[in-house]
């Protein structure tokens, strides 16, 4: 388009102008030129700053979509025969959901004989809606629905009150934690204030008290030394003898496979071996002892011979049966 009809930053009417003298102006202010009615001949363009504008543009959405209240319908079952103690615990969370601003749909259900005594919901649900009277009223009366007994109680307050009462609260909540370390610092201040205007006397006892728990604490606990042992001044005077250096045992030879030797042949004698006392005479005087010397090979005695089985005779021929071969 050749031309515009151009708004100002504040609103005021420029009139209809060319493009580039738009685009100049616009260029002058340090803002946008924005379109904002393209169907309209000439189109309207707006000086402004439109990052600004965007947002500014979201913080309008989402404050009305926090004022925006979307009623939401709760449901919470009983039982005909339903503990005192779960009642309580079910008409506290109908509480909670009216505070909040909800619906809240009561369900009786009926099981087997007890169809039969719809009365005995009735009464329950009046209970009910009667505890919480302050809290919410009774939009639908209690109508039997096949198995089920059904109820709806609608809030006193609106879901828009009960948001705005809950960012309240919080705020409240918010503004109490910052205060809290505050108190804190002026409680600490006026302790000292309070110690400063102690007299000399008592604040010179005080400082003495700190000092001498301050020394109590680092005196370290001394180490316990342990007592030396009483000797006797013999011993003391008398060194120890060094004790001998025990005998070293030799080690046993293999014992030598046993040889077959005739029976006559003598046996050759064997060596001595040393007494007990004689080892411990050589521990004695710190000389080794002499070592056992192996034994000598046993000969094995030859098996004798088995000797010839005497002829048979025999009976036929009388002629003596020849004996078996030497």
């Given at each position: 388009?050749?031309e515009?009809r ?5 609103g ?5 102008v ?7 102006l ?14 309209a001949?000439p189109?309207?363009?707006k ?13 309008k ?5 926090r ?5 939401v319908l709760?449901?919470?079952r ?9 009642y309580?615990t ?7 959901f ?5 619906k809240?749909?009561?369900m ?20 009910l ?5 302050e809290?919410?009223t009774?939009e639908?009366s ?6 089920n007994?059904?109820m709806?109680?609608?809030?006193t307050?609106?879901?828009v ?6 960012r ?18 002026a409680e ?11 007299t000399?006397?008592a604040a ?9 728990v301050?020394?109590?604490e ?12 009483e000797?006797?001044p ?8 060094p ?6 045992t ?7 496979p046993?040889a ?5 042949a003598?046996?050759p004698a064997?060596?001595k071996?040393?007494?007990?006392s004689d080892?411990t005479?050589?521990a ?7 070592p056992k010397?192996?034994a000598?090979?046993?000969p094995a005695?030859?098996k004798p ?10 009976s ?7 004996g078996?071969?030497?």
């Amino acid at each position: 388009m050749p031309e515009v009809r151009l708004v100002g930053p504040n609103g005021e009417q420029v009139g209809i102008v060319r493009v580039e003298d738009a685009l100049r102006l616009a260029e002058e202010a340090d803002l946008d030129l924005v379109e904002v009615a393209p169907d309209a001949r000439p189109p309207v363009c707006k000086l402004m700053d439109f990052g600004k504008f965007k947002y500014e543009a979201a913080q309008k959405a989402r404050d009305a979509r926090r004022n925006q209240a979307n009623t939401v319908l709760k449901e919470i079952r009983f039982r005909l025969k339903i503990d005192p103690h779960d009642y309580a615990t079910k008409k506290g969370h109908v509480e909670r959901f009216l505070k909040a601003g909800d619906k809240v749909k009561v369900m009786i259900m009926f099981r087997g004989r007890e169809q039969s005594r719809p009365e005995m919901g009735m009464r329950l649900l009046q209970r009910l809606a009667e505890e919480i009277a302050e809290l919410g009223t009774v939009e639908s009366s209690p109508r039997l629905d096949g198995r089920n007994m059904t109820m709806v109680i609608a809030p006193t307050k609106r879901k828009v009150e009960a948001m705005q009462e809950q960012r309240k609260v919080r705020a409240e909540r918010q503004a109490e934690r910052e205060q809290a370390p505050r108190h804190g610092r002026a409680e600490r201040q006026a302790g000292q204030d309070q110690r400063a205007d102690e007299t000399p006397e008592a604040a010179e006892a005080t400082r003495e008290v700190i000092e001498s728990v301050e020394v109590v604490e680092n005196q370290a606990p001394a180490p316990v030394a342990a007592a030396p042992a009483e000797t006797a001044p013999a011993e003391s005077a008398a060194p120890k003898a060094p004790a001998a250096p025990r005998a070293a045992t030799a080690p046993k030879a293999p014992a030598a496979p046993r040889a077959a030797a005739p029976r006559a042949a003598a046996k050759p004698a064997a060596a001595k071996a040393p007494k007990e006392s004689d080892a411990t005479e050589a521990a004695g005087t710190g000389t080794p002892a002499t070592p056992k010397p192996a034994a000598a090979p046993r000969p094995a005695a030859p098996k004798p011979k088995a000797a010839p089985a005497a002829p048979r005779s025999s009976s036929a021929t009388g002629s003596p049966k020849p004996g078996p071969r030497a």
